[in-house]
């Protein structure tokens, strides 16, 4: 009988983590396909990621708007090569924090990294970018 009781009890933890860990994998997921469409400028891909309230802290510490974030992503990046370094996910619910280190080399040979933190919430049964914040690392 205990056994049965244990069990009842462990299947909802079970569950909740397997939804946890798909989950984390679909925010994943989500970052690479952001990544793509950033890095090619192409808002056709990257505005069906973002929420209708987004906004953005970009690394000179402006805030933008949902529609000056796209205006600003449709212009080509100077960039040679990108890579991104310890991706961390850590959910609460529905919601989400996605943090990373960027590192890319610029077209004149130069380097840049910047950490960046996404905020993404579920809603209807997708997750949304509701915001970022991106900032410059020192070499």
């Known amino acids: 009988m205990r056994r049965l009781l244990l069990a009842l ?7 909740r983590a397997a939804r946890a ?3 984390a994998a679909e925010l994943r997921r989500l970052n690479d ?3 793509q469409a950033a890095l090619a400028s192409d808002t056709g891909r990257l505005e069906p990621l973002l929420a209708d309230d987004f906004t953005a802290v970009l690394a000179d510490g402006s805030l933008v708007s949902r529609a000056e974030y796209l205006r600003q992503a449709a212009l080509p990046l100077p ?4 890579r991104e370094d310890g991706v961390t996910v850590r959910l609460y619910g529905d919601a989400a924090v996605l943090s990373a280190v960027a590192i ?3 077209q004149n040979g130069g380097w840049a990294r910047s950490r960046y933190t996404d905020v ?3 809603r ?3 997750w949304r970018i509701v915001s970022i914040q991106i900032t ?3 070499r």
Do not use: S
Not at 9 to 15: D, E, I, K, T, Y
Not at 79 to 82: G, N, V
């Open 104 to 106: 890319a080399r610029l």
């Open 9 to 15: 009890l462990l299947v909802p933890l079970l569950g």
């Open 124 to 126: 209807g049964g997708a």
């Open 21 to 23: 860990a798909d989950d």
């Open 120 to 122: 993404y919430v579920r």
């Open 79 to 82: 960039l040679r090569d990108f």
């Open 136 to 138: 410059r690392v020192a």
């Open 33 to 35: 396909a952001y990544l």
